[in-house]
C-alpha cells in the first residue's frame, strides 16, 4: 500500500519563477494538507483541501495557491517566488472521520 | 496567537542513558497532541496522537503523556538508531490544521 507521494523530490528555480508541487494521497485517505518546513525549523500549515476546496490557509500569501483533484491528489503552486521559499515543502493526507495525518518525504524547492 | 514550545532543542546521549523531551502547548481546545520522528531529508513519521490528560502511550523505548498544558516522550535506553529530530504539534478543536513546535535534534551516540 503506498504512502503519500509527492514529486519532484528536489528542484531548482529562479527568483520570480513559478513552481508547481504535486502529492497523492494515501490509499482510502481524501484530505490533503501542504506544510513549508525551513531547515532547521517545524512544519508550518499552509492549506488543507477536502472535496476539491480550499477549507483552512494558514498565515502565507497568496502567492501560495493550490487545487485538489477528483482523484483526491494534490498541487501546490507558488508564483513570483523569493529566495526566502526555499525550504521543504510536505503534503500529509488523512481521512476525515480519522484523526491521523500520513506525511510524505516532501519536495526539497532551493531559490537561487 | 497558539504555540507549541519544545524544549530542550538538542539533546545528546549515551547508549542506554534514558531521558525525556518536553511539548508545551497553548490551545485552550486540544483536539489531539501528536509526536512525530523527522530523520534528515524526510517527511515526519507518525508515532503517537494523545487526546486528553492523563492519557499515555508506549511503542518500544517510546512512551507519550500528557498533561492539560504539556506533553512528555520518554525515551528508555535509548539506541543510535533512535536519534533523529522528534516534533510534537497541537491540533485544536475548532479546525484540523497542526501546529508543529520546532522540534528536538536527539543525538544517541554508540
Known amino acids: 500500500d503506498a504512502g503519500v507521494t509527492q514529486s519532484p523530490t528536489h528542484l531548482i528555480k529562479t527568483r520570480g519563477q513559478q513552481v508547481t508541487l504535486r502529492c497523492s494521497p494515501k490509499?482510502?485517505?481524501?484530505?490533503v494538507s501542504w506544510y513549508q518546513q525551513a531547515l532547521g525549523q517545524g512544519p508550518q500549515f499552509i492549506f488543507q483541501?477536502?472535496?476539491?476546496?480550499?477549507?483552512q490557509r494558514g498565515n502565507f500569501p497568496d502567492r501560495f495557491s493550490g487545487h485538489q483533484f477528483p482523484n483526491y491528489s494534490s498541487e501546490l503552486n507558488v508564483n513570483a517566488l523569493l529566495l526566502g521559499d526555499s525550504a521543504l515543502y510536505l503534503c500529509?493526507?488523512?481521512?476525515?472521520?480519522?484523526?491521523?495525518?500520513?506525511f510524505g518525504s516532501g519536495t526539497r524547492l532551493t531559490v537561487v | 496567537e497558539d504555540q507549541v514550545t519544545q524544549s530542550p532543542e538538542a539533546l545528546r546521549l549515551q547508549e542506554g542513558e534514558s531521558s525525556s523531551l518536553n511539548c508545551s502547548y497553548t490551545?485552550?481546545?486540544?483536539?489531539?497532541l501528536f509526536w512525530y520522528r523527522q530523520d534528515p531529508g524526510k517527511g515526519p513519521e507518525f508515532l503517537f496522537t494523545?487526546?486528553?490528560a492523563g492519557e499515555e502511550k508506549e511503542k518500544e523505548r517510546l512512551k507519550a503523556t500528557l498533561t492539560k498544558k504539556e506533553s512528555f516522550l520518554h525515551i528508555t535506553a535509548p539506541k543510535p538508531e533512535d536519534s533523529a529530530t522528534y516534533l510534537c504539534?497541537?491540533?485544536?478543536?475548532?479546525?484540523?490544521?497542526?501546529?508543529f513546535g520546532e522540534g528536538t535534534q536527539l543525538t544517541v551516540n554508540p
Open positions: 504539534a497541537q491540533q485544536e478543536t475548532s479546525g484540523s490544521r497542526l501546529t
Open positions: 500529509a493526507s488523512s481521512h476525515r472521520e480519522i484523526k491521523g495525518y500520513t
Open positions: 494523545l487526546y486528553s
Open positions: 490509499s482510502g485517505h481524501d484530505t
Open positions: 490551545v485552550s481546545g486540544l483536539r489531539g
Open positions: 483541501y477536502y472535496e476539491e476546496e480550499e477549507r
